[in-house]
């Protein structure tokens, strides 16, 4: 039972009301919602109330609902405000029935298998129609009719009639800025001048090892909908969990404007442009973008960590509130995301992403202390980042995924003692709430509502449901597996199975070019990497020698055992990042001697010309920069210093001239050629002058 009430106070008296929201407070009543109503600021209030109050109700259609800002007492319509929408939201949607064919597309494609550095896996497949949680049977309600605020947080009020909400609206002028979680780090934001859908991600990934946690599949249609009808895309970097090509290529109009991030090299591009995307808005590193009301900036991460392909973080401001999609971008400047203003919600990533150390052939008692220290290391470099933006609330976001593979059940982490890096929101959410950092928990479907003056937070279905994903989380993944498991059965069938392939001679003939461009790389390495690939192939890739052979016995530091399937799939790809294609499937045991070192992965990151070509030089500038003065170089008529002020990359194959500006490619910098001055950063000027000029 709920009795309900309010307080208003004139927006000229605004401080007035915590006042009487103290008192209020003492009376035993909870705030559900504070909201702009005309020339007042109205806070909506409500309380348990006695046995003899009208019956409360808990049905999904009711404005007492659990998981909708409701239960507020009426309040009358501000005169100039704005009337209904085009369509009625819906305001809840996981319980309640949807059609099964628009349900189950958001977990199946034409071409369902994870498409990795433009491998083009497997055929058709359909996702798996896992029945939704029943929807709560319906009751009498027995709140009044009048303004409450909107269940579907896209206004701030939203007219009840006394048995259901209505398609009535008031919102200022203005609709509130919103996002709605989609899903890992999936993203939809929308604002009054537009909506983007960022790194949309539905089929499972990495040869069927990473699933979205909590799932991702049973999204309603209303919000399916809003999802393709985006205005804009955008994807943070090329790894399967971003990168979601089937998908892609079969829910978005290939005319929908692409927000690309400024990285030095254009996979990007060309991998939007091959799935027939035409309108890509190519954007400055760190630069404002108007969009017509909505202002973005992507910043541009492109240290050989994150593959030289890069990574990048978004931010978006529609003029009164600002969010920070972060995903899992590991930004170098802690102050650059920031400093376009006050930051009123971040979505970060805390949990693993990477196989280590649980593919390490190691004891348990040597395998937890890593593991440990890997989550520990995760949380600090998250935490890093929420003091450093300061944000208004924090979403965990981008992980974990879960593993619905028999074979890699294991690495889900439930109890919390798991040898498993990959912990989930409950791990980054205590964490935040003990360092006095507001925490907001969001499953796929569940919106945040962004106002000047606050958050408010719809889930997809009731709050017990919600705990229930985490408190039971191993029945949870159990039903979800169920579901899933003819896909995954499928998906394997369809791996390649042909051993008539010459590996040894593939990966020589392919390999051997790209070690004879990185002698630096090599040299860091420092010893021969075996691969031992299924039950008949051996191969051995003598870094410092810069060859590749069968393996007879020879000394080695490093060994990787693959799946042969596995490896046919990527090489039949020429997948050019093996990290993003074979390793963060985790289907693979490595073993070291000694150390980790960096050089390893950084070469098999970088099996391409073009990324070898950057690993390299990164090498140079970090193991063996330049120690003698060189002489100027010249570049389409313009003579400049051979090496670019930022980081000593060689601008004889980094430069790239366009007009009046120079861009090294490496990092991204660029410079006016004009006058030398760095249009990136302050301090860097770089030495030119015209080639003719004396």
Known sequence: MHEFDSVSVSTYEASSLAAKLTAKSSEGWDIVAIVPTGSDITAFL?????????????????????????????????????????????????????????????????????????????????????????????????????????????????????????????????????????????????????????????????FGSWFPFPRNDQLDADLAARIEGADYLYISHLHGDHWDEPWLRDHLPR?????????????????????????????????????????VAIHVETSITDGPGGDSAL????GEVRIVDQNDCRTADLDALRAHGPVDLHWLQYSGAIWYPMVYDLPADE????????????????????????????????????????????????????????????????????SGHRGVLAVPGTTIAVTPGGLAVHHPFAESD??????????????????????????????????????????????????????????????????????????????????????????????????????????????????????????????RD??????????FKSLSVERMRRTEAEAVRRLDPPRETEPDIELDGWVVQRRCPHRNADLAVFAEIDGCTLTCTLHGWRFDLQTGRCLTAADHPLKVRKADSV
């Open 466 to 591: 919600v705990e229930a994903v985490f408190t039971a989380k191993d029945a949870y993944l159990r039903r979800y597996q169920a579901d899933w498991q003819p896909w995954l059965e499928d998906l394997k069938r369809r791996w390649p199975h042909d051993t008539t392939t010459d590996l040894v001679a593939t990966l020589q003939a392919w390999w051997e070019p790209l070690l004879a461009m990185a002698p630096t790389v090599r040299a860091a390495i420092g010893a021969a990497c075996r691969l031992r690939i299924g039950e008949d192939v051996d191969v051995l890739v003598d870094f410092p020698a810069g060859t590749v052979r069968p393996y007879d016995g020879e000394e080695h530091h490093f060994r990787f055992d693959l799946e042969r399937p596995l490896v046919e799939s990527v090489v039949a790809a020429r997948a050019v990042d093996w990290s993003n294609s074979l390793f963060l499937s985790c289907r693979f045991h490595a073993w």
């Open 594 to 603: 000694g150390e980790f070192n960096e050089w390893v992965y950084n070469f």
């Open 367 to 434: 395998l937890q202390p890593l593991v440990r220290a890997k989550v520990e290391s995760q949380l600090a470099r998250a935490m890093r980042y929420v003091e450093s933006v300061g944000a208004r609330a924090v979403v965990p976001s981008a992980g974990p995924p879960c593993f619905l593979d028999p074979e890699l059940y294991h690495l889900n982490v439930i109890d919390g003692d798991e040898p498993s890096i990959f912990c989930d929101q409950r791990t980054f959410l205590d964490r935040l709430a003990r």
């Open 46 to 206: 409500k309380r348990e109330g006695s046995s003899s109050d009208a019956a409360d109700t808990a049905g999904t259609d009711s404005p007492t609902t659990a998981d909708a800002a409701v239960g507020t007492a009426a309040a009358s319509e501000p005169a100039g405000w704005g009337s209904a929408p085009a369509s009625t939201p819906a305001a809840s949607s996981w319980g309640s029935s949807t059609d099964s064919a628009a349900t189950a597309a958001y977990g199946t494609a034409a071409s369902s298998a994870p498409a990795d550095s433009g491998s083009t896996w497997g055929s058709s497949a359909t996702t798996p129609a896992a029945a939704a949680p029943a929807a709560a049977a319906p009751t009498t309600p027995s709140v009044p009719p009048g303004w409450y605020a909107d269940p579907a947080n896209r206004y701030e009020l939203r007219y009840w009639d006394g048995s259901a909400w209505t398609e009535h609206v008031s919102r200022a002028g203005r609709a509130m800025m919103r996002a709605t979680s989609l899903g890992h780090a999936g993203i939809l934001v929308e604002a009054e001048h537009g909506s983007i859908v960022c790194d949309p991600w539905f089929v499972p990934a990495f």
């Open 315 to 318: 931010v978006v401001s529609d």
């Open 255 to 295: 005319d929908i404007a692409v927000l690309l991030p400024g990285y030095p090299t254009r996979e990007l591009d060309r991998k939007m442009r091959s799935l027939g995307f035409t309108n890509l808005i190519r954007t400055v590193d760190g630069e404002e973008l108007d969009l017509g009301g909505l202002t």
